[in-house]
């Protein structure tokens, strides 16, 4: 597995993370604790560095379960996770109060059981607490060694301007992928100006760039992905044109539309780091055999004029949900 640096800090990681969230929480279902710890650990002795979860996913139970998994590896390995989302009424609200901080990250080095956290993302930006406020608390949280890095999810430009004058922002963690680009507009020009990296969330398209969700796809009932509009009859029907682009373009590469997908995504900048998220070994070694594979000058011309001509039907997110993002 190669390795890539996020930021001018220097924190090398594996060219993949793995994102553990959908391993109990988000997908409708909670998968065994022993199998995701197994998992976990085949990821490691495949080269995997970086883990990514959040004090939300559960909540709580998805770092205890990444904590239980990486203890024996912690010198060898990145834990990143999240403060500042809350659930109230079924609803997420935003809370980055400095006292609000304090007791998360208190809460997730003892399920994370850890001395540190090595990346600690702001999970949403709360628009009640200014930036830098939160930017000062995280910035005595790593002078007093709880934290190594401080990162930013899903945050707007001028507020990552605003926070890395405070402490520079290590990784901004953003959807990103072949169908979600609105980052390149102003985002990765943003992030490549500052020397900041970029941890694309979702690579995968939510499970759809694997090419193995159909038209007629259906999802558990507790499933988010009922509640976004691209996974809606509709949409997944007229989104497959890019799924018939991938696989055009995967036989073409003797590989899966998956690993097109990611090897696209690794080929944008150096340091772009995706965290594709699985539950299934085979997936894992799927996923993994993205790093692989080369694409070439003339092969992202080609993906790029192709996209220009598909239109991506429905939002990525609920309306409500899309006005807690920066972007």
């Known amino acids: 597995m190669e390795t890539r640096i996020l930021g001018r800090s220097g924190l090398k990681v594996s060219a993949l993370g793995l994102g553990c969230m959908g391993m109990n929480h988000g997908y409708g279902t909670v998968h065994d604790k022993k199998e995701m710890i197994s998992l976990?650990?085949?990821?490691?002795?495949?080269?995997?560095?970086?883990?990514?979860?959040?004090?939300?996913?559960?909540?709580?139970i998805n770092e205890?379960?990444?904590?239980?998994?990486?203890?024996p590896f912690r010198e060898k390995v990145v834990i990143a996770t999240k403060f500042g989302i809350k659930a109230v009424d079924g609803k997420q609200e935003q809370d980055s109060r400095p006292e609000t901080i304090r007791k998360s990250v208190e809460g997730s080095l003892k399920r994370l059981q850890t001395d540190y956290i090595d990346l600690y993302y702001q999970h949403r930006v709360d628009t009640k607490v200014p930036i830098e406020e939160v930017a000062g608390t995280v910035k005595d949280l790593i002078d007093e060694g709880k934290v190594k890095h401080f990162g930013m999810s899903e945050a707007g430009v001028k507020t990552i301007r605003k926070a890395n004058a405070v402490q520079p922002v290590t990784a901004v963690q953003s959807e990103y992928s072949l169908w979600w680009r609105k980052p390149e507009v102003e985002l990765i020009p943003t992030l490549e100006e500052l020397g900041i990296g970029l941890v694309p969330f979702s690579p995968l398209g939510r499970g759809f760039l694997t090419g193995k969700i159909g038209a007629d796809a259906t999802f558990a009932e507790n499933d988010f992905r009922n509640s976004v509009p691209r996974f809606s009859s509709e949409n997944l029907k007229a989104n497959q044109v890019l799924i018939e682009l991938l696989h055009s373009i995967a036989a073409q590469k003797k590989a899966t539309p998956a690993q097109i997908a990611l090897?696209?995504?690794?080929?944008?900048?150096?340091?772009?780091?995706?965290?594709?998220?699985?539950?299934?070994?085979e997936r894992l070694e799927e996923n993994i055999g993205a790093v692989k594979i080369s694409l070439t000058g003339e092969d992202l011309g080609n993906i790029r004029s192709s996209l220009e001509k598909i239109k991506i039907a429905g939002n990525r997110y609920p309306e409500e949900m899309e006005k807690t993002t920066g972007l």
């Open 64 to 71: 205890e379960l990444v904590g239980e998994a990486l203890k």
């Open 40 to 60: 976990i650990h085949k990821a490691i002795d495949s080269g995997i560095t970086l883990f990514d979860t959040a004090e939300f996913y559960g909540p709580y």
């Open 263 to 281: 090897a696209w995504l690794l080929a944008q900048k150096s340091w772009i780091v995706p965290i594709p998220g699985t539950t299934k070994s």
